[in-house]
């Protein structure tokens, strides 16, 4: 079942996702603190597509993301074809993705061109952390942090990966 999850957007953040909806909404433009949050992994065909749904009492906002290879470097592409490369290490015991930038793709194939998003227009530094708890549960934490605004999104929850865990 869904786990209760802590997000926060700040009020510069809220204005970006506004802005963004024509992105098709990477974040949650929200904040709450027992949020009912649900996420499902599978494997598609050219990556491993996470779909976050979020419940505030009866709206549900859901954001999608694939995480794919290419060339070498991990790479989520979110809505909008907004591609964000990510460098990945572990930091104490906890997983940890940072995000290198951000670019469009504006068409793909093998002569894909990409378009650059400047670091003021972009939602910022994207960190997430994944620690596991044990028994098919992880702790994931998002921070994004703005260049010139400072923290734009946090978001932490504890979910479970196995399916007999999940309610």
């Not at 926060?8 to 996702?17: D, L, T, Y």
């Not at 976050?52 to 809505?79: A, C, F, I």
């Amino acid at each position: 079942g869904p786990m209760p999850t802590g997000v926060a957007v700040s009020r510069q953040g809220r204005i970006f996702v506004n802005r963004g909806t024509l992105a098709g909404k990477p974040v949650v433009p929200r904040t709450g603190e027992n949020v009912a949050a649900r996420v499902d992994v599978r494997a598609t065909r050219d990556g491993v597509e996470w779909r976050r749904e979020y419940r505030w009492g009866d709206r549900v906002d859901v954001v999608t993301s694939t995480k794919l290879v290419r060339e070498g470097t991990l790479v989520e592409r979110l809505p909008a074809r907004l591609h964000m490369p990510l460098d990945v290490r572990e930091e104490n015991g906890v997983l940890v993705f940072e995000s290198r930038g951000y670019y469009f793709v504006l068409f793909g194939g093998p002569f894909e061109l990409r378009l650059p998003l400047p670091a003021f227009f972009s939602p910022g530094r994207t960190r997430v952390e994944h620690v596991d708890l044990g028994h098919g549960w992880f702790r994931f934490t998002l921070i994004v942090m703005h260049p010139f605004f400072g923290e734009m999104f946090f978001q932490t929850g504890r979910f479970c990966a196995t399916e007999d865990g999940s309610d």
